[in-house]
């Protein structure tokens, strides 16, 4: 397939908008600088000649490429999500781009102790004479998923080009909020009007990420009883000490994230906050089932019980709320949306490979909303850090691979 790709132009152009998004906003989307870009490829998709791409009050940017086949095809939705993470600045992003890369650490040049490492990298061994996308080492990249974005436009712009290419229609949606887990959160899914979707927001080539954790959170409250320290003998009731006891009794070898991998979950302590009266922590419990959730949950339940034991005189509350489950339980009942996208990435002559993402996705959500959703790869790498880096050859991949799956889909309906 002779393409004249777009990709790594759009790309380019998108990692210099600051777009990170924010947890302790209230607005949606949770910074308005999302909707300068947003704004933006509006601007680009129109100009492909997708007259009503538009943005909504919420940021959302959809836009429609009408099918130019009368078979009838399933309405298809490409979607990828405009923001950055807030874990790492997005402001000011300096890309480089390494040619030919023969191998070895990548030190990049605006922070000499920021290097790209073979060995936290494997992947890297594989890249031999491609061209590699990083930062200069003071920001993020944004490949996450600004590759995404740009990778869908260049797809989307091809089939426009060649109306040889068969396809149905094809639905477009740019999220905002994805990072901070709201991505979803006023997507309509009727007003969307897609039968099923894929996400573009996946990591290495060749994957389709059809699995996420089961996630819930968890709220542990323990209220003490505060009194004057220098009158507390036998009266005050600590909730600091006691939460520090809860924290310290978790298992130090297993069970957390800095000890788990694969198709392990874990209990997560991520935030503390309190003083003698009310403490609060709050827990991520991950698990790829629902049972090894609901396990992990029972487990604080009785741990809980065993210290509010040693200390009558505290109350310990503890709160559960849903967050996402496995997407696998929705498209195990549409086998064919994987087995389609895996002979797209085939026809890309890249072998498929099926991964669980452990963490979730605007695709996991928007299963459990009647929208079938997995997840394709992009190309990036070390996502929501200074190292993220990415190969063009690799994003050409990704739109070769969405191309051909447009086709597939016309051709097995």
């Known amino acids: 397939m002779k393409i004249n790709f777009t990709c790594v132009e759009r790309f380019l152009k998108y990692v210099k908008y600051d777009t990170q998004s924010s947890e302790e906003s209230n607005t949606f989307p949770s910074t308005e600088k999302q909707k300068i870009l947003g704004a933006e490829l509006v601007k680009e998709l129109q100009e492909m000649g997708l007259k009503d791409a538009q943005m909504d009050e919420c940021g959302y940017v959809t836009a429609t490429l009408e099918a130019n086949t009368d078979k009838k095809v399933p309405v298809l939705g490409l979607i990828a999500h405009l923001d950055t993470s807030p874990d790492v600045t997005g402001e000011n992003v300096k890309p480089i781009i390494h040619y030919n ?155 957390s994230p800095e000890t788990t991998e694969k198709r392990e979950g874990y209990v997560h302590p991520h935030i503390i906050n309190g003083g003698v009266e009310q403490t609060v922590i709050k827990f991520l419990i991950r698990d790829f089932e629902e049972n090894g959730l609901k396990e992990k949950e029972d487990y604080l339940k009785n741990l809980c019980n065993e210290i509010s034991n040693k200390y009558p005189k505290s109350k310990i509350d503890l709160k559960i709320d849903e967050s996402y489950r496995n997407m696998r339980y929705i498209l195990d009942q549409y086998p064919f949306v994987i087995e389609y996208a895996k002979e797209a990435i085939r026809r890309a002559g890249i072998e498929p490979k099926l991964s669980i993402i452990r963490g979730g996705t605007d695709g996991a959500r928007l299963c459990f909303m009647g929208l079938p959703t997995p997840n394709l790869f992009a190309g990036g790498h070390s996502f929501h850090s200074k190292r993220e880096w990415i190969s063009i050859q690799d994003m050409q991949k990704a739109v070769e691979t969405i191309i051909n799956l447009v086709q597939v889909w016309a051709e097995k309906s």
């Open 101 to 255: 890369y023969q191998g070895g650490d990548i030190k990049l040049p605006g922070d000499t102790s920021i290097v790209i490492t073979v060995e936290d990298n494997p992947d890297l061994k594989n890249k031999i004479g491609h061209d590699i996308i990083t930062t200069d080492g003071t920001t993020l990249l944004g490949a996450d998923d600004k590759a995404g974005i740009a990778e869908i436009f260049d797809a989307i712009n091809y089939l426009i080009q060649h109306p040889e290419i068969k396809h149905g229609k094809i639905r477009i949606c740019i999220t905002p909020d994805e990072e901070i887990g709201s991505g979803t959160k006023y997507f309509d899914v009727k007003k969307f009007g897609a039968d099923y979707a894929y996400t573009v927001d996946g990591e290495q080539l060749g994957e389709i990420e059809n699995e996420t954790f089961c996630a819930d959170s968890v709220t542990i409250t323990i209220t003490g009883r505060n009194i004057h320290p220098g009158y507390a003998k036998n009266k005050m009731v600590n909730s600091v000490k006691i939460a520090a006891e809860l924290i310290e009794k978790l298992p130090k070898d297993r069970m």
